[in-house]
């Protein structure tokens, strides 16, 4: 099968169960247009406070992004959190919610602690949107 047929046959069967070429390529939601997981996102939320499972208060900050290992295609980053001192999750996953955002799903793992709180990081490996070139190319 040519690469161009191939990409043709794979849209239509995303679009008939749902899922648009955008939602699954570019890390845009399948339901409405707001960015679901990109570094760009996290970036934007840096210093800001996050719910953990609906809880009545902020318990985790967004203290940095940082960059991952390197590869074609692929975007790497983690994401470095701070809770309070008395603030301990377990490695697991939890929905969070950054105050006037979306709520997300995280796999939040503990990465150590110092006198200003806990730390807990979120390991992102995402695919890089397909380019017209590329598509092309087939």
């Given at each position: 099968?040519?690469?161009?047929?191939?990409?043709?046959?794979?849209?239509?069967?995303?679009?008939?169960v749902g899922v648009g070429p955008v939602g699954l390529?570019?890390?845009?939601?399948?339901?409405g247009d707001s960015l679901v997981y990109s570094r760009?996102?996290?970036?934007?939320?840096?210093?800001?406070?996050?719910?953990?499972?609906?809880?009545?208060?902020?318990?985790?900050?967004?203290?940095?992004?940082?960059?991952?290992?390197?590869?074609?295609?692929?975007?790497?980053?983690?994401?470095?959190?701070?809770?309070?001192?008395?603030?301990?999750?377990?490695?697991?996953?939890?929905?969070?919610?950054?105050?006037?955002?979306?709520?997300?799903?995280?796999?939040?793992?503990?990465?150590g602690s110092d006198a200003a709180g806990n730390y807990?990081?979120?390991?992102?490996?995402?695919?890089?949107?397909?380019?017209?070139?590329?598509?092309?190319?087939?």
């Open positions: 099968m040519i690469r161009r047929t191939f990409l043709k046959t794979s849209t239509l069967a995303l679009v008939a390529f570019s890390g845009r939601a399948a339901k760009a996102r996290f970036e934007a939320l840096v210093d800001r406070r996050f719910y953990v499972d609906d809880g009545p208060h902020p318990t985790l900050e967004l203290v940095r992004v940082e960059d991952g290992p390197t590869a074609a295609r692929l975007e790497q980053f983690t994401a470095v959190f701070r809770g309070p001192v008395d603030r301990v999750l377990d490695e697991d996953q939890y929905r969070v919610t950054p105050e006037a955002d979306s709520a997300m799903d995280l796999y939040l793992i503990p990465s807990f990081v979120a390991h992102f490996t995402l695919q890089a949107p397909l380019s017209a070139a590329s598509c092309a190319a087939g």
